[in-house]
């Protein structure tokens, strides 16, 4: 009688092993099949992915889940191994993404510019300034007498990064607890543009999202454009397959190969919101491409175009 017993757990054994495998093959393909994308608001409020993704995922057969945050939340979710890759934007948190060996192959992919907008009355006076630190100075200055507000993003975004930097040359980094004509948002960058045109205040804000608002922002306008230090480049980085093995390398590789791609490029090329291009792509650029900080461009386009 203890026979059949025995056979039967065993076949039972040998049903649920089965199941398990299946299982944990169909869980592998599932996983395959989805790119886990962290990046910029910009890209994404933009109307860019939405402009590249649905090509991709076509031509691919693989689907893109986008986690859309500032630069520096994007990369933070990459290092917990909860993304593929990252699109951002900000060249020191790249650099200390790639050293700490989270982030690998970091390529340049395309770039627009930022801009300074503020109240249309222009009460400090920068309207028509190529120098983004004068217009700085200036508005502080007009902060100081109570005749101006600035709003910060301060959300550790590529943006926000770019403003510190800013403030950092005048050798006089603002604070909401200090200044009162410095407002701390901690939002993206599509919010800090409406709360810049509700309260007639001065932001610092990338093309692309400018563009996408505009019509939006009454109260607001373009002053200050033009400022070398204002150029803004993109930068794909895989996460590091060894610090998290379970990531989906394949895909990732495919979606970077893809936007680094003559088909991605000129994808990103031909983007335009009310007749104006929002992206300059430069992958295959390669001195334009160590000009904007990527001197290893080259050799990182030969890595990816090699792989399968």
């Given amino acids: ?74 990369i933070e979710i990459a290092k917990r191994g909860d993304a593929d890759l990252v699109l951002v934007h900000s060249k020191k948190l790249e650099l200390e993404f790639v050293n700490s060996t989270y982030g690998v192959h970091r390529v340049g992919v395309m770039y627009n510019d930022f801009m300074i907008i503020g109240p249309v009355n222009d009460p400090s ?45 005048l050798g006089m980094p603002p604070s909401n607890t200090t200044q009162a004509w410095y407002l701390e948002a901690s939002a993206g960058m599509g919010t800090v543009l409406r709360m810049a045109n ?5 932001t610092l804000t990338d093309r692309a999202t400018w563009l996408s608002f505009r019509t939006q922002l009454t109260k607001t306008a373009v ?38 791609s003559e ?17 300059t792509p430069f992958a295959r650029s390669f001195e334009e491409a160590e000009s904007l900080g990527f001197p290893d461009q080259e050799q990182e386009v030969a890595w990816y175009d090699a792989q399968p």
């Fill in 223 to 260: 002053l200050v454009q033009g400022d070398k230090i204002l150029l803004n480049p993109y930068a794909l980085i895989l996460v590091n397959p060894e610090k998290h093995p379970l990531r989906n390398r394949e895909g990732a590789v495919t979606l970077a190969k893809f936007m680094i």
């Fill in 1 to 74: 009688m203890k026979k059949p017993s025995k056979i039967l757990a065993i076949a039972v054994s040998l049903v649920v092993f089965v199941v398990s495998v299946l299982a944990y093959e169909q869980y592998l393909h599932s996983q395959s099949s989805v790119v886990v994308l962290a990046t910029t608001t910009s890209t994404y409020d933009s109307g860019l992915l939405d402009h590249l993704m649905p090509v991709f995922e076509g031509r691919h057969g693989i689907s893109v889940h986008i986690i859309s945050v500032g630069t520096g939340q994007a």
């Fill in 263 to 279: 088909e991605g490029q000129d994808l990103i090329a031909d983007f335009t919101r009310e007749g104006e291009t929002l992206f």
């Fill in 125 to 169: 006076g920068v309207d028509g300034l190529t120098n983004a630190t004068e217009a700085f100075k200036k508005i502080a200055d007009r902060g100081a007498v109570g005749s101006a507000l600035f709003i910060s993003r301060a959300d550790k975004s590529g943006t926000n990064m770019l403003e510190l930097s800013i403030w950092s040359k």
């Fill in 198 to 202: 509700e309260k007639e205040a001065y």
